[in-house]
């Protein structure tokens, strides 16, 4: 009966449910939620194909900005348009508002406990662990060898040492790469050229 | 102003975000403790142990946050709204342009020639965070249990890909028996 009820509500009403289910159980940030997104949408009510979901999957990683809203935002709008984009994001993104607010009011009453500050005591440096590791995978992701170990370095030195803003370090890097990858891009059809 | 300051602050996080929430991490650290100052290190990295813990993308869980510090119910209603604007502005302008398949290899390139960068701007943001206010019984001359709580926290997350939220909890108990 329930699953009834489901399929007689309106898409975008269905996709702000889909993926405020999604917003308020998937622990982990946005790449946990990928799989649960694939299974509703793809796999349940077969909104999108497979193959074209991925492709665009690839697509939405490479943009800037929060990656489980920006493919709200796609599913949404492929699904439902304008409305459907704007249904998938608020669902998206409602749990987690709600939940940080109520943490935040009640955090903000209790974070001078003693309890409190000591069990935060040795959760800090935890913290700095857990922001610190994931930095280290990634440059190992990244293939970095000692030749382009500078990159990492000099923004580290940039933004920890000089206290530059990231935003110009973002900035420069993108310019970098761009041009790294027209370098690329070029070679590529030079090869084709050839052949 | 502080309305608008957020406002500013998070459309330019949401622009210059690329690699995910940790990389925004940094940009939001930048904007909150050292520019703005609306935070301190240890309310920053509290923080950011509750976005962890709590599901939904942690990108909009600290936006959230830094507003409803900032400026109450209104401003994180704001912040996490002006996280998504450019996401919106992109995915109806821009997408349709990435979606050809030449401009998609330029953007995947690119984005590989940003990783190492991104890794870097993460790092830092973690360096930044190892000041005494993090590590209070650093150079005390007692044990330092904060720098061992880090230092295992680092091993269990790297090399055995630990789960984030339960070593959260595990050194919050550390923590409270014996602090």
């Known amino acids: ?195 | 102003m502080i309305y608008l300051q957020l406002l500013w602050t998070f459309i330019k996080i949401g622009v210059l975000g690329f690699g995910g929430g940790y990389a925004m991490l940094s940009l939001i650290q930048h904007e909150v403790v050292d520019h703005y100052g609306w935070m301190t290190t240890t309310d920053f990295a509290d923080m950011v142990a509750i976005s962890q813990m709590t599901p939904g993308p942690i990108s909009i869980n600290l936006a959230t946050y830094v507003g409803y510090t900032t400026a109450g119910f209104g401003g994180s209603l704001l912040a996490s709204f002006a996280l998504c604007l450019p996401s919106i502005i992109m995915v109806y302008f821009i997408l349709k342009l990435f979606m050809s398949k030449k401009n998609n290899a330029l953007m995947t390139n690119t984005l590989k020639g940003l990783k190492p960068a991104i890794a870097g701007l993460i790092f830092a943001a973690g360096l930044s965070m190892m000041n005494t206010q993090n590590f209070p019984d650093f150079g005390c001359g007692q044990y330092n249990i904060s720098v061992i709580i880090c230092v295992l926290a680092f091993v269990a997350s790297y090399f055995f890909k630990a789960n984030p939220i339960l070593l959260i909890v595990l050194s919050g108990i550390v923590g409270f028996i014996v602090y």
């Open chain 1, 1 to 195: 009966m329930k699953n009834l009820y489901f399929c007689r509500m309106k898409k975008p009403l269905q996709l702000f449910y889909t993926f405020f289910k999604i917003g308020a159980f998937t622990l982990g940030g946005g790449y946990a939620m990928l799989s649960m997104v694939e299974k509703a949408v793809v796999d349940q009510k077969k909104w999108i194909p497979n193959d074209e979901f991925w492709d665009m999957i690839a697509v939405v990683q490479s943009l800037p900005g929060v990656f489980a809203v920006n493919t709200a935002l796609y599913v949404g709008h492929r699904v439902a348009g304008a409305k459907g984009a704007f249904a998938a994001m608020l669902g998206a993104i409602i749990p987690s508002i709600t939940i940080i607010l109520l943490l935040a009011t009640v955090f903000r009453e209790y974070r001078d406990q003693p309890v409190v500050e000591r069990i935060f005591k040795g959760i800090r440096p935890c913290v700095v662990a857990l922001i610190l590791a994931p930095s280290l995978r990634m440059i190992k992701s990244a293939k970095v060898t000692w030749k382009t170990a500078i990159i990492p370095i000099a923004t580290v030195f940039l933004i920890w040492w000089c206290k530059i803003s990231p935003a110009y370090v973002i900035l420069a890097a993108i310019a970098g790469s761009l041009i790294y990858a027209l370098v690329i891009n070029k070679k590529a059809k030079g090869k084709e050229a050839e052949s």
